[in-house]
């Protein structure tokens, strides 16, 4: 009796590596579909190599039914030039992709756009295009620089899920192909993380072009240092009215100057979940003017504000100094002097004001299930010192004992929110909570 297709499936995606996948599917022929289905299910094309680009488009005019295994499409970019060197004509038969990754090379900093060859760039836009009746579950753009209107236009229109990482973008274009006027420009329910591309969250707030997708923006993620406080705040306040997940940078990642007013907008109506992040010494230290926590009491927690919200997550970053007994700091008998000690947590001071505020507010809330700190803990010395890496990772004896402590100073300071049951921790190791 053979075997399900469904079961030589998951029997071939527990094969380690693809010499082995390519074995086996000369070895039966039940084993040939789900093989294949395999190997072809991620695509990657690299500009650096114009033979991975002619291999592949011939293997897929000698058995053009492979296309119908490729879910994932990557293209690494290259500083080489390639002019014409390669041409993808089978992007357009590519029916059943999931995915496209726009990505420079790892082994490169920023490539510009410009330098894509054309004949991948208006393939790659073809393919966009063709997506919007039935978007892509995901289109990432990372490590881009001299981004278009046009591609990121034509990225968010066929995608449910936009993700820019280490991207800039053309200033003032605003010279899209006509055939994409505003009015169909316009996805559904679009989900954007935008990380370390301040000048696309300017463009975003500020280009006539952009703003007309923002009312589709349904979950919007923004991070990455020298975000400029007015365009955080202008994009904001185009999503306010219709977004339902919001992720904000972090208080050291803005910059304030030149903004008359930090405020984020009065209403919310369907914001149903926020991640904020902080720092250890915004929760300490009063002298420190925190625009996360002022935004939290303020703008998010308060009913009228937020009436739907349903989930405050909280990153709190723990910085560790662990450096100082390895600085070669001898005293007269060569002991190392002021040894960081794993076995102990640092101490807690939490400002009680501030928590109780929290706390309050977020137990008065009528919708609110869960405030949820994420605590992650990071000590100094990992990255600089042999084997901290794995000595201190994440759900290690040290990270532990700091995770603790911090969980028990943060109970003690929302004791309501404890009793109602409605706080929760989670570190970098999943399982504790």
């Known amino acids: 009796m053979a075997l399900p297709a469904e079961l030589l499936e998951q029997i071939v995606g527990h094969i380690p590596d693809t010499s082995s996948v390519k074995s086996c599917c000369l070895a039966s022929s039940v084993l040939v579909y789900p093989c294949q289905k395999r190997l072809y299910n991620i695509l990657t094309l690299p500009l650096a190599d114009p033979a991975t680009w002619e291999r592949a488009s011939e293997r897929f005019q000698q058995v053009p039914h492979l296309l119908q295994h490729v879910e994932h499409l990557a293209i690494e970019l290259s500083l080489l030039d390639l002019a014409d060197s390669v041409w993808p004509d089978f992007f357009a038969k590519l029916l059943n992709l999931k995915s496209v990754s726009i990505m420079a090379g790892s082994t490169s900093g920023l490539i510009g756009w410009p330098t894509v060859p054309e004949p991948v760039a208006v393939a790659l836009a073809a393919l966009l ?8 579950s995901r289109v990432s753009l990372t490590r881009v620089s001299q981004l278009s209107t046009e591609i990121v236009l034509l990225s968010f229109r066929a995608t449910a899920r936009l993700a820019i990482t280490s991207c800039n973008i053309v200033e003032d274009d605003e010279t899209p192909l006509v055939e994409m006027s505003t009015d169909e420009s316009a996805g559904t329910g679009t989900a954007v993380s935008l990380r370390h591309s301040a000048n696309i969250v300017k463009r975003f707030a500020q280009s006539p ?3 007309s997708l923002v009312a589709c923006i349904s979950s919007l993620a923004v991070s990455g240092h020298k975000q400029a406080i007015g365009n955080v705040l202008t994009l904001c306040q185009c999503v306010a009215p219709t977004i339902s997940h919001l992720e904000l940078p972090p208080s050291w990642q803005l910059s304030m100057s030149g903004s008359q007013s930090t405020a984020l907008p009065s209403s919310w109506p369907n914001l149903l979940s926020v991640t904020l992040h902080l720092r250890k010494a915004e929760l300490e230290d009063t002298s420190v003017l925190s625009w996360t926590l002022s935004a939290l009491i303020s703008s ?21 100094d662990d450096m100082a007994g390895l600085e070669y700091a001898f005293d007269e008998v060569g002991l190392v002097e002021d040894e960081f000690d794993y076995t ?6 939490l400002d009680r004001t501030r928590l109780a505020a929290i706390d309050g507010l977020a137990a008065a809330h009528p919708r609110l299930a869960t405030v949820q700190w994420t605590v992650v803990v990071n000590f100094d010395s990992i990255g600089l010192v042999e084997d901290a890496s794995e000595r201190l990772r994440a759900g290690s004896p040290a990270a532990c004992i700091q995770y ?11 004791p309501r929110m404890m009793e109602m049951g409605r706080l929760s921790f989670r570190g970098q190791d999943s399982s504790r909570r």
């Open 209 to 211: 072009i952009l703003r």
């Open 129 to 136: 295009r063709a997506r919007h009746a039935h978007p892509l």
């Open 404 to 414: 603790d402590a911090c969980c028990a100073a943060l109970r003690s300071e929302m």
């Open 300 to 320: 998010i927690l308060p009913p009228d504000t937020c009436p739907a919200l349903r989930d405050l997550i909280v990153v709190l970053d723990i910085p560790i």
């Open 344 to 349: 102990q947590p640092i101490p807690w001071s």
